[in-house]
């Protein structure tokens, strides 16, 4: 059975970090992309961070690029997202993804083969 377990999200002031974690199971790591999305209340989902398990190439949107990073330890199956700088418009539930295609991954689509149930973040201002 696959799964993505997500943790550490929580309340932080605007300016603070967060480093959420995606644990992943059930499939075979280093074959897969692992992403996070993010839904805002009231606003579509949408992605925020990529990586490939296999070469480690990252990708993320404008609008986090600079104070998001994200990175994955593959002898533990999991992928971290370093939320530095946070703002209010950050506020949202953060979900894991996993997908074997870097492609479908990298373009955030929300076909991707697998989700987590999701981890809060709310900054505020």
């Known amino acids: 059975e696959v799964q993505l377990v997500e943790s550490g999200g929580g309340l932080v002031q605007a300016g603070g970090s967060l480093r959420l974690s995606c644990a992943a199971s059930?499939?075979?790591?280093?074959?897969?992309?692992i992403g996070w999305f993010r839904q805002a209340p009231g606003k579509e989902r949408e992605g925020v961070s990529c990586?490939?398990?296999?070469?480690?190439?990252?990708y993320y949107v404008d609008s986090v690029k600079g104070r998001f990073t994200i990175s994955s330890d593959n002898a533990k199956n999991t992928v971290y997202l370093q939320m530095n700088s946070l703002k209010p418009e950050d506020t949202a539930v953060y979900y894991c993804?996993?997908?074997?295609?870097?492609?479908?991954?990298?373009?955030?689509?929300?076909?991707?083969?697998?989700w987590g149930k999701g981890t809060l973040v709310t900054v505020s201002s």
């Open positions: 990586i490939s398990s296999s070469d480690g190439s990252t």
């Open positions: 059930g499939f075979t790591f280093d074959d897969y992309a």
């Open positions: 993804a996993a997908d074997p295609d870097i492609v479908t991954m990298s373009g955030f689509s929300y076909g991707v083969s697998y």
